[in-house]
C-alpha cells in the first residue's frame, strides 16, 4: 500500500489544492491520500474561516481518503514546530510512505542542501545568523540570508527567500528527525503565491476569503471546484468574521497582565509591554497588529502570539506536547475502509473518531482544541455556529460516494 500524506489547511479548499493533491498522487503512484489538516486556527494566527468538518468534507471531495486533525498546539506554530507537528502526526499513522508539499521550482535544487546544513551548522552560519538577528532581522529572514553564503550566494538566498522555501525545508527536515521512512515528495507549485490578493483561476486562499467576504461570487467560482459550500456557510453566517474575532482578542489582551502574556509559548521577550499599551489603543484587529507589528516580528508571529494569549497556549503546555500524541478523525471516504483497517493496526497513537470519550486521555491538547473552536464559534453571526463544545458534539464527516 502506498500512501501519501499532505499537511494542509484548506481554509477553503480551492483549485490549486485539487491540483496539488491529484500531483501527489500520482507521483507518488498512491492508493490513497491522507491529509493532517489545520483544526480551528490557521497558522496565520486567526480563527478559520470554514468549520474544520466542513472544510475535511471539502478535502474528501476534493480527493483526499482520510482527513486527521492537526491539533492547535502544531497549526498555530511557527514554521518548524507546524512542520514537526505534521509530520509525526501522519508518521505515527504507521501508513504513510510519502509526504507531498508545495514548493517553487527555484527552490528545489536548495531543499535537501540547506537542511543539511541546519542539520551541522558551520560557525561561519551561526555568525551570520546571530549578525542579522542583532541586526533586527525576523528570524526566517536572518536565517536565510546566513543560509545562502552557505548555499552559493545571491541565486541561494533568492530561493531561501521564497514564499514556500521556510515550511518545505522544516518539512525535510521534520521528516530527518522524526519519519525517516518517510520519503519526501516535493510538487512543483502553480498558481498565486500565499498572500497574493489577485483572483484567478489558480488564485491563493487569501484571494479567495477577501473576495467571498466581499460578494464577488463570480470570480470566486472560478478559483473552487465547490463554491456552493463556501457561499452557503457565509448566507447562513458560520464563517468565522475579524470583527467579532478583534473584540474577543481585546477584551483578553485588556483582562491580561505583563506575567500571563510571557508566559505565552513563543512569547517574544519584552513583547508583552507592547502588546498591552496596543490593546488599550487599538479599535480593530488591523490596528492592533500595526501597532506591534516590527521589523524583527513578523505579522504571522505577532499574530499567532494573540491567537496564543486567546486560546491560552503557555510555554509549559507547549514542552509538555513535543510531538502530537493521538490522531483525531475528521473525515474519512467510505471507500478507504481498506486505509483505516491498515491505520488501526499500525498506528503508535490512538486513533480517536469521537472526542468525548477521549476527553482525558486526550489532556491538555484536546482542551485546546476544544477552546480554539469553541472561540471561533463565537466570531461567527449564526446562533448554532457559536453553541459550546462543538468538538464533543460533532462526529466526524463520512462521504460515501
Not at 481518503?65 to 509525526?88: I, M, N, Y
Not at 522555501?165 to 521534520?174: D, G, H, I
Not at 488591523?286 to 505579522?299: D, G
Not at 483505516?340 to 482544541?369: I, K, W, Y
Request: charged share 20%; glycine share 8%; proline share 6%.
Amino acid at each position: 500500500m502506498r500512501v501519501v500524506g499532505v499537511i494542509c489547511e484548506y481554509d477553503p479548499f480551492h483549485n490549486g489544492h485539487a491540483l496539488h493533491l491529484a500531483r501527489a498522487r500520482a507521483q507518488a503512484q498512491a492508493d490513497y491520500v491522507v491529509c493532517a489538516m489545520s483544526g480551528s486556527f490557521t497558522q496565520r494566527g486567526t480563527p478559520a474561516m470554514l468549520d474544520k468538518w466542513t472544510r475535511a468534507r471539502m478535502a474528501l471531495m476534493g480527493g483526499a481518503d482520510l482527513v486527521v486533525e492537526l491539533p492547535f498546539a502544531f497549526c498555530c506554530a511557527q514554521a518548524e514546530r507546524f512542520a514537526r507537528g505534521g509530520v509525526s502526526l501522519l508518521g505515527a499513522l504507521g501508513v504513510v510512505t510519502h509526504l507531498a508539499f508545495g514548493c517553487e521550482p527555484a527552490g528545489l535544487p536548495y531543499l535537501l542542501p540547506a537542511a543539511s546544513a541546519l542539520e551541522c551548522p558551520t560557525p561561519r552560519f551561526r555568525e551570520a545568523l546571530a549578525r542579522a538577528l542583532g541586526e533586527g532581522c525576523s528570524y526566517p529572514r536572518a536565517q536565510a540570508e546566513a543560509l545562502a553564503p552557505e548555499l552559493g550566494g545571491v541565486q541561494a538566498l533568492q530561493a531561501l527567500s521564497l514564499p514556500n522555501f521556510t515550511l518545505a525545508l522544516e518539512y525535510v527536515r521534520a521528516l530527518r528527525a522524526l519519519a525517516p521512512q518517510v520519503q519526501p515528495l516535493p510538487v512543483a507549485r502553480e498558481g498565486a503565491g500565499y498572500h497574493d490578493e489577485a483572483l484567478s483561476p489558480l488564485a491563493s486562499a487569501t484571494a479567495i476569503r477577501l473576495a467571498a467576504r466581499q460578494g464577488a461570487w463570480e470570480e470566486v467560482a472560478q478559483a473552487m471546484p465547490d463554491v456552493g459550500t463556501l457561499q452557503s456557510a457565509m448566507s447562513e453566517g458560520r464563517c468565522a468574521q475579524e470583527d467579532a474575532f478583534a473584540r474577543l482578542l481585546l477584551y483578553r489582551l485588556r483582562m491580561a497582565d505583563a506575567a500571563q502574556l510571557r508566559a505565552l509559548y513563543d512569547m517574544p521577550e519584552g513583547l508583552e509591554h507592547r502588546i498591552l499599551r496596543a490593546a488599550q489603543e487599538a479599535g480593530t484587529y488591523e490596528e492592533l497588529i500595526a501597532r506591534v507589528k516590527s521589523k524583527r516580528y513578523t505579522r504571522a508571529r505577532i499574530a499567532r502570539s494573540f491567537a496564543h494569549a486567546l486560546v491560552g497556549f503557555t510555554r509549559e503546555v507547549a514542552d509538555a506536547l513535543p510531538v502530537p500524541s493521538y490522531a483525531r478523525v475528521l473525515g474519512l471516504r467510505l471507500e478507504a475502509a481498506p486505509l483505516l483497517r491498515a491505520v488501526r493496526e499500525r498506528a503508535s497513537v490512538p486513533l480517536v473518531h469521537r472526542a468525548a470519550p477521549f476527553e482525558r486521555e486526550g489532556g491538555a491538547s484536546l482542551a485546546l482544541d476544544v477552546r480554539a473552536t469553541d472561540l471561533r464559534g463565537l466570531c461567527c453571526p449564526a446562533g448554532d455556529a457559536r453553541r459550546g463544545r462543538l468538538d464533543m458534539r460533532t462526529p466526524p464527516i463520512v462521504l460515501r460516494a
